[in-house]
């Protein structure tokens, strides 16, 4: 299976309910005034393995884009960017679109990342906690995991670590 990451930028596409005129995008953005005037930028991400494309629909990039989408339009995000590798074990860290989100991070450029769930994000428990304990709550970046029902502006949460010593 052919690896890849997406996101390539479609501004004219994007109405105000964060769906795109074209199905196929790959991408919607949403710009968020910050208190320094810096608008920050609200990733959807998606990841497949190969191993994982094994099991299906349900963890198809598609779905995965779809309960994103779904769930930011049911929750007051408007508009917003999806971003997905395919193809990439979540024991990857060097995955081209993780990468270029946690860049964008580390740049104070994103105020969210909503996740299906936190194996999409990623597996291994010390890595995963240095972004959802440390990095993310240092730059202010709020993560959801929709199936978990897990959001950190909702404070700690005593379960993450488990699940992330689950998913390794």
Known sequence: ??????????????????QSNNYNDTHFTKRVAHKNNIEKKIYL???LSN????????????????????????NGFKTWEFIYDDGFSGSDWERPAFKKMI?????????????????RFGRGYLQSGFYQEVLFPKME????????????????????????????
């Open 45 to 47: 991400y998606g990841r």
């Open 103 to 119: 860049a964008e991070v580390e740049s104070g450029l994103v105020s969210t990342i909503i996740v299906k769930d936190l194996s």
């Open 141 to 168: 970046v709020r993560l959801i995991s929709i199936h978990e029902n897990l959001d950190s502006d909702e404070g700690e949460n005593d379960i993450t670590p488990v699940i992330n010593l689950f998913n390794e």
């Open 51 to 74: 191993e994982d494309a094994k099991h299906g629909d349900s963890y198809s990039i598609l779905n995965q884009r779809k309960i994103l989408s779904q769930y930011a339009e049911d």
């Open 1 to 18: 299976m052919k690896r890849q990451s997406r996101s390539t930028n479609n501004y004219g596409g994007v109405q105000s309910t964060g």
